[in-house]
Every structure is written in C-alpha cells, then in structure tokens.
C-alpha cells in the first residue's frame, strides 16, 4: 500500500496477513498495535479493503457456486446477510459515519466479467445499492478517497474523478 501526493510517495507499507510491514517495523497483530495518529486512516483504509475482500471471497463467491450468478443487484445485502457468512459490519466502511451499508455492487458486472471490471465499491449509506461511478464517495477516507474491488479480488483505492473513470464499469 503507498500513499501519494501528487507525484511524491509519502508512505509505503506491505499488509502480510494480520501483519503490516515498514521499511523499519512489522506490526504483527494490528488489532493489539497502538499505532500512531498518521497511520490511522490507513488502517481505516486497510479495514475496508478487507471488508470488501471478505464480501466478494465468502459471501458473493459463496452465493455464485449455488446459483451461477451474483445476487440481483437490487438484492445483494440481503443474500449477503441471508448467507450468514459475513457479519453486518463488513458491510460499513470504517471511515464512514452512520449506516448501515457503505457500498454498492456495479450492476453491470457478471462472474464471467473481466477480471478488471469493479464488482463492489465505496458510496455513501444505502442498502444494496447498485450502479456504477455516478455512486462512487470520495469521502470516507482521510485523505480523500475510496476503494474499489474488481472482479479478480484486487482492491484499490481511487483519489480522484479521472482514476475513477478510467477503470472498467462495463
């Protein structure tokens, strides 16, 4: 994961399992790491990439080996709850306020999508929401930004209206 500011990189770190590696540290467990002010949003961040892991690996993966396609996008909270495989709270962003479900499944991706299509992505609170760019937050990051899944597992966080764009919403 690295962190950009325009074309200088601030921050680099590697997530290994429930380890963060620095250049200098590895932080084994970041659940039991007081970690400073500066490296909270990108836990926050590190957080929510998770989240959108674990929905695409244990529920949608679940849900399309019985029934051959992703849930209705109109409907894909509830078959994600109905699984009971992932808990309600993968489906908040850490770094947002109030609701219940911080992201929305693109309604045009199918499992036999290209891998670099986006399947899940941030937008503000709804429940099964569904759509493409137009719903995309910038908001729930420090600094701006939000991260996107793409069909192949890949996370990544997009700062500005160009990079979100330029990815696969059809």
Same mark, same amino acid.
């Given at each position: 994961?690295? /962190?950009?500011?325009?074309?200088?990189?601030?921050?680099t770190f590697?997530?290994? /399992?429930p380890s963060?590696?620095?250049?200098?540290? +590895?932080?084994? &467990?970041?659940?039991? +790491?007081?970690?400073?002010?500066?490296l909270v949003?990108?836990?926050r961040? !590190?957080?929510?990439?998770? &989240? !959108?892991?674990?929905? +695409?690996? $244990?529920? !949608?993966?679940?849900?399309?080996?019985?029934?051959?396609?992703?849930?209705?996008?109109?409907?894909?909270?509830?078959?994600?709850?109905?699984?009971?495989?992932?808990?309600?709270?993968?489906?908040?962003?850490?770094?947002?306020?109030? /609701?219940?479900?911080h992201?929305?499944?693109n309604? &045009?991706?199918? *499992?036999?999508?290209?891998?670099?299509? +986006?399947?899940l992505?941030?937008? $503000?609170?709804?429940?099964?929401?569904n759509?493409? *760019?137009?719903?995309?937050?910038?908001?729930?990051?420090?600094? $701006?930004?939000?991260?996107?899944?793409?069909?192949?597992? =890949?996370?990544?966080?997009?700062? =500005?209206?160009?990079? !979100?764009?330029?990815?696969?919403?059809?």
């Amino acid at each position: 994961v690295s /962190g950009w500011r325009g074309e200088q990189c601030l921050a680099t770190f590697t997530v290994q /399992g429930p380890s963060l590696l620095t250049e200098k540290h +590895v932080f084994r &467990n970041k659940r039991h +790491v007081s970690l400073t002010p500066q490296l909270v949003p990108f836990e926050r961040r !590190l957080e929510c990439a998770e &989240n !959108l892991r674990w929905l +695409v690996t $244990k529920s !949608l993966t679940k849900y399309t080996e019985s029934h051959y396609a992703y849930p209705a996008p109109s409907q894909w909270c509830d078959a994600v709850v109905q699984l009971r495989v992932a808990n309600s709270e993968c489906l908040a962003c850490p770094g947002a306020g109030e /609701g219940a479900c911080h992201y929305a499944m693109n309604h &045009n991706c199918e *499992p036999n999508s290209p891998g670099d299509m +986006v399947l899940l992505f941030e937008t $503000k609170a709804g429940w099964s929401q569904n759509g493409g *760019p137009e719903l995309f937050t910038f908001e729930h990051h420090h600094p $701006k930004g939000g991260c996107v899944l793409l069909q192949d597992g =890949t996370v990544k966080f997009i700062r =500005t209206e160009p990079a !979100l764009h330029a990815l696969r919403w059809e």
